[in-house]
């Protein structure tokens, strides 16, 4: 128990509190208040929200992340780090040498997967609201580690008004990709298989039974969308690429548990592309990537 200021802090160490209070679909935990800088990111996606309003997107969100779903986004997976495969083989000199930065190669390779599963079809649309969404972050933290004074944000500097456009693009972008693929979807022109199809579909059919038991619509509406696909690349780009670039540091301080994944996966693989299944038969590999979980990416709850 400690305080911050006027606020009580409790800090929770019990593994099993811990795993009530990130289970805990009713909303009944509250999150700390958030800097006003930090709202130009995400205003209303789920990382954000607290009680009934945090239940009812969680509630709408939660179908699209079942495991059946994830199955079917192995081949946009697959497509990304083979491309970032091919980028690395034309990299290789005639000693059949190269230098790679692995930060910036996983980075971009975890913004690739995330633009390829959350908006498919709109992969390259996608992408280009990340790269945007990137650069407002940059653009943000620089304000975070800046001496704060209360309405600064809105002084017409170059960098506020920068971030002002930035966050106005992101959101004409989204609501582009959004209505497209409504009426994609409406023509059974696109198949619902990417991240923003399926949060449309559990939207609509959330929507759709509460009309038959005719009670007042409680689904999303478009605003609260777009900042959940916002939370796409906030929630996954910068983890997952830290998580693979520590891996990369551990395998390469350790080369002998860098042979017996690469022996397990060339056995369970081969020359075929991973499918779920063959990944679900990874255990040396799933026995890493946890450890290395565990040791170097340690967060606040």
């Known amino acids: ?31 700390p208040p ?52 091919e980028e690395w083989k034309s990299m290789v000199t005639l000693e059949g040498t190269c230098e790679v930065d692995m930060w910036v190669e996983l980075q971009k390779l975890t913004s690739d997967v995330i633009s ?45 008004q920068r971030r002002k456009k930035l966050d106005q693009e992101i959101t004409l972008m989204l609501k582009k990709m959004i209505e497209n693929k409504k ?18 579909q559990s939207n609509n059919q959330n929507n759709l039974l509460e009309h038959m038991s005719s009670k007042k619509s409680n689904g999303m509406t478009l605003e609260e969308v777009i900042e959940e696909c916002k939370q796409f690349y906030l929630a996954g780009q910068e983890t997952t690429s830290t998580w693979l670039t520590w891996t990369m540091i551990v395998l390469a301080m350790h080369p002998d548990w860098q042979e017996k994944a690469r022996d397990e996966v060339l056995e369970v693989c081969g020359k075929k592309e991973p499918s779920f299944e063959a990944i679900s038969h990874l255990k040396i590999v799933s026995i890493l990537l946890h450890i290395i979980l565990f040791l170097n990416l340690k967060t606040s709850v």
Not at 53 to 62: E, G, L, S, Y
Not at 128 to 137: A, V, W
Not at 183 to 200: M, P, Y
């Open 1 to 31: 128990m400690c305080w911050l200021g006027t606020t009580p802090r409790l800090i929770i160490k019990d593994p099993e509190l811990i795993k009530e209070i990130l289970s805990n679909k009713l909303g009944h935990f509250s999150k």
């Open 34 to 85: 958030l800097s006003p800088l930090v709202q130009i990111l995400n205003r209303a996606g789920l990382t954000i929200l607290d009680g009934e309003d945090w239940a009812r997107h969680r509630r709408i969100i939660n179908p699209a992340f079942h495991l059946e779903r994830l199955k079917e986004m192995i081949p946009a997976f697959t497509v990304s780090c083979g491309k970032m495969i």
């Open 116 to 160: 390829r599963a959350a908006f498919g079809s709109s992969y390259e649309e996608g992408k280009k609201m990340f790269e945007l969404q990137k650069e407002l972050i940059k653009l943000t933290l620089e304000a975070m580690q800046s001496l704060y004074i209360p309405g600064l944000r809105f002084v017409p500097t170059k960098k506020n």
């Open 183 to 200: 009426n994609a979807t409406r023509t059974e022109q696109s198949k619902v298989d990417d991240l923003l199809g399926l949060l449309l």
